[in-house]
């Protein structure tokens, strides 16, 4: 059936080094992406978007990349912290501008 | 900004009881939603509103969920009765008319035993 996935449920990095978080999704008609940050005992925060018109968006040291061929969605943070230590989602819009489905999400650890 | 508000924080009930979470969303947001998270189903929409109004459903597990928006700065998520596969966190979010992103709220957790 259609959804979102993630590759890999943990990811532990070195402080300093930059991660890649992956996502897959199935609908190819989904025309929008959002990343989300869920840290321990809060409620996920938006990170960065990116439209199907795009391929690479670019934040605060923090990058989307879209491939529509292979519908696959990565996040990359660069030179990661402590502070970034939690779980990411992706987010894809299905249908209708309101209706967001998530993934699985991925654990994130920094380590010192 | 105070964000998003939720209430309680906490909630332990026993299988059977009632169980009323409470939303306030940022003022000036046209949009409400629910959410549930769970370890098994991660987080799904249950509803949201537009302008008070309850938009879409679909994503409301059973008859024992109901959703209310009495007015733009208020919102309550009832379980009557609750069971303990409703054990979950469940979030409010919103956002204004204009914007994509979602602001969510702290999350309620709740525990039926």
């Known amino acids: 059936g259609e959804s979102v996935g993630l590759h890999l449920p943990t990811l532990s990095v070195q402080e300093g080094d930059n991660s890649i978080i992956n996502c897959a999704y199935s609908n190819s008609a989904s025309d929008y992406f959002i990343w989300y940050k869920q840290e321990s005992g809060k409620g996920p925060q938006f990170i960065i978007d990116i439209r199907s018109n795009m391929d690479k968006r670019q934040g605060q040291r923090v990058t989307v990349l879209l491939n529509k061929t292979v519908k696959h969605l990565s996040l990359q943070i660069a030179a990661t912290q402590p502070g970034d230590s939690a779980v990411y989602f992706c987010?894809?819009?299905?249908?209708?501008?309101?209706?967001?489905?998530f993934g699985s999400g991925t654990k994130l650890n920094v380590k010192p | 900004d105070a964000g998003v508000i939720q209430s309680p924080r906490h909630e332990v009930t026993e299988m059977g009881q009632e169980v009323t979470l409470r939303c306030k969303p940022i003022?000036?947001?046209?949009?409400l939603f629910w959410y549930r998270q769970t370890m098994m189903r991660g987080l799904e929409l249950l509803i949201y509103?537009?302008?008070?109004?309850?938009?879409?459903d679909s994503g409301m597990p059973e008859d024992r969920f109901s959703a209310k928006m009495p007015n733009a700065s208020f919102s309550t998520l009832k379980i009557q009765p609750s069971e303990p596969r409703d054990s979950a966190v469940y979030f409010c979010?919103?956002?204004?008319?204009?914007?994509?992103?979602?602001?969510f709220g702290p999350g309620t957790r709740l525990t039926v035993t």
């Open positions: 003022s000036g947001h046209d949009y």
């Open positions: 987010a894809e819009e299905r249908y209708n501008f309101n209706k967001f489905y």
């Open positions: 509103f537009n302008n008070n109004v309850p938009i879409d």
């Open positions: 979010a919103s956002r204004t008319g204009t914007e994509d992103e979602q602001y």
